[in-house]
C-alpha cells in the first residue's frame, strides 16, 4: 500500500475519503495532521517495522563456507574467518566458541575446518592448521586432511623442544643465524618466557621471583651465544655447573648464585625425569609435519595427569608458536579445544596473547573452544598477571559463537559480553548444534548442518553412545 507521508500516498487517502471507503471504516487526516486510521487488515510499511522485536539482518554474503541456516537474515550462513577479517568485517581473527557439553562446540569447528581445507585447495589458497587436543578427538579428522599427528606421553619417542626459535621471517634459522628484523635479544625473550613458564608450573607458583626470572634471562642469553639449538638438558646441565660470567651478568657472587638456582635446578631436573621424559628432553624429531597441510598435538595420554598435562601444555605451545610462524606462505589457524583446561595456566594464556596480538601480522587467525566464558573471565576477578592478560583476550576476540549455555553462565554473558537480555534468555534454550553468532557488529542465529560423513569425523566418543548429537533427533528438536 502506497505510504501515507508521500505525495502519492497522500492522494491514496484523499480518493478513500471521496469515496465508498468511509462507509467501511477508512479514516481520515485530521485538521491538525491527527493520524490515519486504518481497518485492522491494512498497513503501511511504517507500521510493519514493528512487527517483530528482531532486526533482520542482511546477512554476512556467501564468503567463506557454507555452515548452515541463519534464523535472522533467512537462506545460508556462510562464514570464514580469515575472510571476515579481509573483507573488513572483524577487526581481528580472532574467534571464541563456548557453550554447554555435548552440544556441538567442537563439531561446529571440526565441520568449518574440513570444509574450509577444500575450498581453500579449490581456490588454491592454502593455510595451515594446528590443533591442541587434549582429549585426542581431533585424529579422525586430521588423517581424512592429511595433518601429522603428534601423540605426546611420557616415555615416548616424539619430542618437541621447547625453545625452538624456528625457521621464519624474523625467526632465527635454527642453526645460530639472526634475522636482521629478530634480533639475539627477541631470541633471549622468547626462550625464556617459556623457561619462567615452565619452572613456575613445576614449582607451582603462579610467577618466580623477580631473581629467578633475571637468572633464567641469564641462562637462556648464554645458550643463544654458546649453542646453536639448546634444549631442556642444556639447561639444566647450565644450572648445574654455572658459567663464572653468569654472576658477573647478574651483579651477584658466584656463592649467591648457587643458592638462587637450586630450586630452579631441582625444578627442571624433575620434569626432565618425570613429566616431561620423552617429550621435551631433546630435539625435535625431524619430519614431523614436512609437507603436511596441519598438525595435531594429541595430548589424550596426560588427560589424567594434571600437573603433567600442564607443562606439556605449556612446552608445546612455545614450540608450536615457532611452528607457526614458520609457515611464511599461507595462512595459519590456532584451535585450541578443551581450552577450560588449560585457561588457569600462565603460560598458556600468555601464548594465546601473543597469538592473538601477533595474529594480523603473521597471517594467523585463532579459535579458543571452551565450555563457558567464565571459564576465561574467571582469572580477571583474580588481579594476576594471568587475570589481566584474559581480560586483554576478551575485549580483542571480535567473534564470538554461543551454544546452549547452562543457567549460571547467564549473567555473566550479560554483563561481560554484550549480550541483551533476549539472547541471553534464548541461549538457555538452544537445541545442539543452533547458535548465537556476533560477528564484529553483526548477529546470526544459526541452525548448523553436518552431512552424514562429517558426523563420523566431527562427532565425539560420549556422543556417539548417547545420542546427544543424533541428526535425526535434532531435526525433532528443532521442528518442536
Request: hydrophobic share 40%; glycine share 10%.
Amino acid at each position: 500500500m502506497p505510504n501515507p507521508l508521500t505525495r502519492n500516498g497522500r492522494e491514496h487517502e484523499r480518493r478513500h475519503e471521496r469515496g465508498p471507503g468511509r462507509e467501511r471504516g477508512w479514516g481520515r487526516w485530521g485538521p491538525k495532521g491527527a493520524r490515519l486510521a486504518l481497518p485492522w487488515n491494512v498497513a503501511t510499511t511504517a507500521h510493519l517495522c514493528v512487527v517483530t522485536p528482531w532486526s533482520i539482518e542482511a546477512g554476512l554474503g556467501d564468503h567463506g563456507v557454507f555452515l548452515g541456516a541463519n534464523r535472522l537474515a533467512g537462506g545460508a550462513f556462510h562464514f570464514d574467518i580469515i575472510d571476515a577479517y579481509q573483507t573488513g568485517l572483524i577487526q581481528g581473527p580472532n574467534m571464541v566458541v563456548s557453550g554447554a557439553g555435548a552440544y556441538g562446540k567442537s563439531a561446529i569447528i571440526k565441520s568449518y575446518v574440513h570444509r574450509a581445507a577444500a575450498l581453500a585447495a579449490l581456490h588454491g589458497r592454502p593455510r595451515f592448521t594446528a590443533v591442541i587436543d587434549p582429549k585426542g578427538e581431533w585424529t579422525p579428522l586430521g588423517d581424512r586432511l592429511g595433518y601429522a599427528t603428534l601423540r605426546l606421553r611420557p616415555g615416548g619417542h616424539l619430542r618437541v623442544n621447547p625453545l625452538d626459535i624456528g625457521t621464519g621471517p624474523g625467526v632465527g634459522t635454527g642453526t645460530g643465524a639472526v634475522s636482521a628484523r629478530t634480533g639475539l635479544d627477541d631470541q633471549v625473550a622468547r626462550r625464556a618466557a617459556v623457561l619462567t613458564a615452565l619452572l613456575a608450573v613445576a614449582l607451582g607458583q603462579a610467577e618466580l621471583p623477580v631473581s629467578q626470572q633475571r637468572l633464567l634471562t641469564a641462562v637462556a642469553r648464554h645458550l643463544a651465544t654458546h649453542q646453536t639449538t639448546p634444549t631442556l638438558v642444556d639447561v639444566r646441565r647450565l644450572l648445574a655447573h654455572p658459567d663464572h660470567t653468569l654472576a658477573a651478568d647478574l651483579d651477584t657472587t658466584p656463592t649467591e648464585l648457587l643458592d638462587r638456582r637450586r630450586p630452579l635446578l631441582d625444578a627442571c631436573a624433575t620434569i626432565l625425569e618425570q613429566d616431561l621424559r620423552g617429550i621435551c628432553d631433546g630435539p625435535t624429531t625431524p619430519g614431523l609435519w614436512d609437507h603436511a597441510p596441519g598438525l595435531i598435538l594429541d595430548l589424550s595420554a596426560l588427560l589424567t595427569h594434571r600437573r603433567a598435562l600442564r607443562l606439556v601444555l605449556t612446552a608445546a605451545a612455545g614450540w608450536l608458536q615457532t611452528v607457526m610462524y614458520g609457515q611464511t606462505h599461507q595462512h595459519k589457524i590456532t584451535i585450541l579445544d578443551e581450552a577450560w583446561i588449560a585457561l588457569d595456566d600462565l603460560a598458556i594464556v600468555k601464548f594465546l596473547q601473543d597469538q592473538w596480538r601477533l595474529g594480523r601480522q603473521w597471517g594467523a587467525a585463532n579459535i579458543l573452544i571452551t565450555h563457558a566464558l567464565a571459564d576465561l573471565h574467571s582469572q580477571v576477578d583474580t588481579g594476576s598477571a594471568t587475570a589481566r592478560i584474559a581480560e586483554g583476550l576478551l575485549n580483542t576476540t571480535s567473534v564470538r559463537v554461543f551454544l546452549h549455555q547452562n543457567p549460571e553462565q547467564v549473567g555473566h554473558l550479560l554483563t561481560d559480553m554484550g549480550l541483551t537480555t533476549t539472547e541471553a534468555t534464548l541461549l538457555g534454550d538452544l537445541p545442539p548444534l543452533t547458535a548465537l553468532w556476533h560477528v564484529g557488529t553483526h548477529t546470526a542465529l544459526v541452525d548448523h548442518l553436518l552431512t552424514t560423513d562429517e558426523w563420523t569425523l566431527a562427532d565425539t566418543n560420549t556422543a556417539m553412545h548417547t545420542g546427544a548429537l543424533d541428526p535425526n533427533r535434532l531435526a525433532e528438536r528443532r521442528d518442536r
